[in-house]
């Protein structure tokens, strides 16, 4: 991708994440989810707009219980797989064994 073409994406990921965007795509989700949220930057971020798109994610948690934060690791979004990839795996493990209660009920 050009530098151009990366910064469109950005852009567009940056308005897909907003909560008047997600929240209804969230809100329509029924199987366990678990999130690993990032704490760190993210590059291209300015001010606190990454901490403020993560914020709204906690009335997603308070109002889908099937959607919930698994774990918040210190790493940005782009790193977690390489630095954070034991709080993933323990996300998938976590959808998993939900997944596994509702199949024997």
């Given at each position: 991708m050009t530098a151009a073409q990366m910064a469109d994406c950005n852009i567009e990921l940056g308005r897909l994440a907003r909560a008047g965007e997600l929240g209804p795509v969230l809100d329509n989700i029924?199987?366990?989810?678990r999130y690993v949220l990032a704490?760190?930057?993210s590059l291209g971020s300015k001010?606190?707009?990454?901490?403020?798109m993560r914020a709204?994610?906690?009335?997603?948690?308070?109002?889908?219980p099937n959607i919930q934060l698994s774990a918040k690791v210190p790493s940005n979004h782009g790193a977690i797989p390489k630095k954070d990839?034991?709080?993933?795996?323990?996300?998938?493990?976590?959808?998993?064994a939900v997944l596994g209660r509702e199949d024997s009920s």
């Open positions: 029924a199987v366990p989810v704490s760190g930057t001010g606190d707009e990454q901490e403020r709204s994610l906690d009335q997603v948690f308070e109002r889908k990839a034991p709080a993933a795996a323990k996300a998938v493990r976590e959808g998993a």
